[in-house]
């Protein structure tokens, strides 16, 4: 569960902007941060059995829509299969508004209705064009913008935060200069921070963090979070953001007119029939990772394990494998095998 930090959790003057109107709840955060990680739990609410989920993705491969899918079943772009909406590719950037108003539209008629709508989106999101194209229809009201922070990579790359406030003077390294600036607009953006995967820094880190992230968004609510320990309702004490604020806010930082995505962050998708060799994989990792290459995820086969399909995914320094289930050819082959005997 997430340790509370003073004031930041569960404050009690909460009341919903409309109640006639559907909630947003925005999940955002740079890359690898633990976003979908976080709504693949609630997911598993059973309060948002009913709730609709839109997933923001860079990618071209839309693995996260997939990974959110009932049994992962597979998703096409720009449109909403079941109660999940796939945006990735084009449906990410030059069409983001186009493709949000289409899909808000479908979810405002699904029966049973939704009564709330999750969306996680890229952490190369630019936040006011997301929060303008998800409020662009009036039967739709923003509940909370949530941005995670990953308190490892936050500490090994950002000096705990001091990175971001420019404390530290300019950052020398071309690619976390990026991040950087990513993650200091999203920050700007948030009605709540959510610091993640705390169980990997110490408590005083954790504590000069949260301090560094008050300052640099004093009026967000902040949240400590290992293993997904953060559940949704945890927040609803949490008010709702003004709209008015955040626009005012986007004309002082001149991001009325910026693009959907960040402009030099740029997502390639690795496809070969070929399995991976477990040992020239792990010296890959060891040897060849920059900084410049911000998150890995995907399938992955294995040649020591060819029949499990494995989940890769890959933040900054940190790497985890997980079992998601069988090749289609080795579930055949098994099926085979007990007919013949």
């Not at 997430?2 to 404050?11: K, V």
């Not at 699904?110 to 999101?125: F, K, R, Y």
């Amino acid at each position: 569960m997430p340790r509370p930090h003073g004031r930041h959790l569960l404050r009690s003057s909460a009341i919903m902007t409309s109640q006639s109107k559907l909630p947003i709840t925005v999940l955002t955060g740079f890359l690898g941060s633990g976003k979908t990680t976080l709504l693949r739990r609630w997911r598993r609410d059973e309060a948002l059995r009913e709730a609709a989920f839109i997933v923001h993705d860079l990618s071209e491969l839309g693995l996260d829509a997939e990974l959110l899918s009932d049994e992962g079943a597979p998703t096409a772009p720009g449109k909403l299969h079941g109660r999940v909406a796939a945006l990735h590719g084009v449906h990410a950037r030059d069409q983001l508004r186009t493709s949000l108003g289409r899909i808000l539209d479908q979810i405002a008629g699904l029966d049973p209705g939704a009564p709330q709508v999750l969306c996680e989106s890229t952490g190369a999101a630019r936040p006011w064009p997301l929060i303008s194209a998800l409020t662009q229809d009036a039967r739709f009201f923003l509940r909370h913008f949530i941005v995670t922070v990953d308190a490892l990579n936050l500490h090994r790359d950002f000096e705990d935060g001091r990175g971001l406030t420019g404390d530290t003077g300019p950052i020398g390294d071309p690619a976390l200069l990026q991040a950087a600036e990513v993650l200091a607009e999203q920050i700007a953006f948030a009605s709540i921070i959510i610091l993640t995967k705390v169980d990997t820094v110490s408590k005083a880190v954790t504590d000069e963090q949260v301090r560094i992230l008050q300052r640099l968004q004093p009026k967000a609510t902040i949240g400590l979070s290992a293993q997904a320990g953060i559940l949704l309702p945890q927040l609803d004490a949490t008010p709702a953001p003004e709209l008015a604020d955040l626009k005012a806010r986007a004309d002082q930082l001149e991001l009325a007119g910026s693009t959907a995505t960040a402009d030099q962050v740029e997502a390639t998708i690795i496809r070969d029939p070929r399995p991976f060799h477990p040992e020239r994989l792990y010296q890959a990792v060891c040897n060849e990772l920059g900084t410049g290459l911000y998150r890995t995820k995907g399938y992955l086969w294995l040649a020591s394990r060819p029949a499990h399909v494995l989940l890769w995914q890959q933040s900054g320094s940190q790497i985890a494998l997980e079992l998601t289930g069988y090749w289609r050819a080795e579930i055949a082959r098994n099926i085979v095998a007990m007919i013949l005997l």
